[in-house]
């Protein structure tokens, strides 16, 4: 079975009056900390406006992400392309790149918030073509060509970059929400996905549909997809029991859905949670919820269901959000590096084998403990030493075994 790789998406923080150099710090260490646990992508984005989120330029946090970490790869979710000059992408894409070790991932959209098109003057119209014709561009130049392009919003005159990304292929992916635009995208220049829309009921239940629209746009442009360049979103918080992960979890949860979802966003159909335990039971716990507040079985399952709704996906994202405070969300990933990970790769298959071999089949060992005893009843003095050790074949992890015969 293929292995399924795991990531984390940097979310929105709730601006709580904590002093924003210490929370960028706090993201860095968690990306490092990341890192340490095997994770395999860390991703964050590019917004400026709304309150919650500050990231302007995922670039350069990934940069610093990239001096404090050895091998996670570094994704952009996402590089916002209707509102930079194509060119200037692509140039901070390869040095990124370069300064990462070749651990840059490209992930780009058309712009989540309406209010950063605003701010911009940009028509929200237009973005979603724009960011169609920024990536042809960004792909041609990355493969080295020197472009001459008049567009009604830039213009390129004999540009080519002076390096190439450090990788050979620099991985590429869009961002997806419920509406096609983004895996036709996807399917129309063969490139990754990341599916967002999957934290609700509605785009976790379209993901078969969604992806047949990538492979109905490869067919149709000359391209193909692969579903281990498809990465789907999740949202969870992990703790021992559901009791505590929901302790930790509520408030948190409370606070995210009514102050920036509901509040903030206005988000069609959102509503303000009345109490806590109302939105955790909402939120992971009725008919149709997607997010998983539980333990780490609780995961297990949940992934699992993802992938047979889907028909498969190459990466689960997970989503850092701040449901929890900072040493208990620590705690969460690391419980799902520990034991979800490894459950959902078969990592703990072949131990589990091995040891269930051994504890069935005793009669093939009885031959060894029959050789120690004859050695053992040649020499005196070790049969002497055998009255006080009690057994010829006391391995060393059973030393502090209580003797059971003993009242």
């Known amino acids: ?9 940097l979310a929105p923080h709730h601006p709580i009056g904590e002093h924003p150099m210490l929370q960028f710090r706090r993201d860095l260490d968690l990306v490092e900390h ?187 442009h000359g391209q193909s997809v692969d579903r281990r360049n498809w990465r789907v979103l999740m949202s969870w918080h992990i703790a021992e029991t559901r009791e505590q992960a929901r302790a930790e979890a509520r408030d948190g949860l409370l606070r995210h859905n009514n102050e920036y979802i509901t509040a903030t966003l206005q988000r069609p159909g959102a509503r303000a949670f009345k109490t806590p335990d109302e939105a955790v039971d909402r939120t992971a716990f009725a008919p149709g919820a997607v997010a998983t507040i539980g333990t780490p079985d609780d995961l297990v399952a949940r992934i699992k269901s993802v992938l047979e709704i889907s028909g498969g996906f190459g990466t689960v994202v997970g989503f850092v959000h701040d449901w929890a405070n900072p040493e208990n969300t620590r705690r969460s990933w690391d419980m799902v590096a520990r034991y979800v990970v490894p459950e959902i790769n078969g990592y703990l298959a072949r131990l589990r084998a091995s040891r269930e071999f051994v504890a069935d089949n005793r009669e093939y060992f009885n031959r060894a403990r029959e050789a120690v005893m004859a050695k053992i009843t040649e020499n005196p003095a070790a049969a002497a030493a055998l009255t006080v050790t009690k057994s010829p074949l006391l391995a060393a992890t059973s030393g502090n075994v209580p003797d059971a015969s003993r009242p």
């Open 34 to 220: 990341l890192d340490k646990l095997g994770y395999d992508e860390f991703w964050c984005g590019e917004h400026h406006s709304s309150g919650w989120e500050m990231i302007a330029s995922p670039e350069m946090f990934l940069a610093a992400a990239g001096e404090r970490t050895k091998r996670i790869k570094l994704a952009t979710g996402v590089v916002s392309l209707p509102y930079h000059h194509p060119f200037n992408v692509a140039q901070r894409m390869v040095q990124l790149d370069y300064m990462t070790g070749g651990r840059a991932i490209f992930g780009s959209g058309p712009g989540a918030l309406a209010s950063d098109a605003h701010t911009l003057g940009i028509d929200p119209m237009l973005l979603r073509d724009r960011q169609d014709e920024a990536i042809g561009v960004i792909r041609r130049l990355m493969r080295g060509e020197r472009l001459t392009v008049k567009s009604d919003w830039f213009t390129l005159q004999d540009a080519a970059l002076q390096l190439l990304p450090l990788q050979e292929d620099m991985p590429f992916a869009v961002a997806s929400q419920i509406s096609p635009s983004g895996m036709t995208l996807a399917g129309k220049h063969g490139i990754g996905i990341i599916s967002i829309g999957s934290l609700s009921e509605e785009g976790l239940n379209n993901l078969p549909t969604q992806w047949s629209f990538a492979e109905a746009a490869a067919a149709e």
């Open 1 to 9: 079975m293929p292995r399924l790789g795991f990531g984390a998406f």
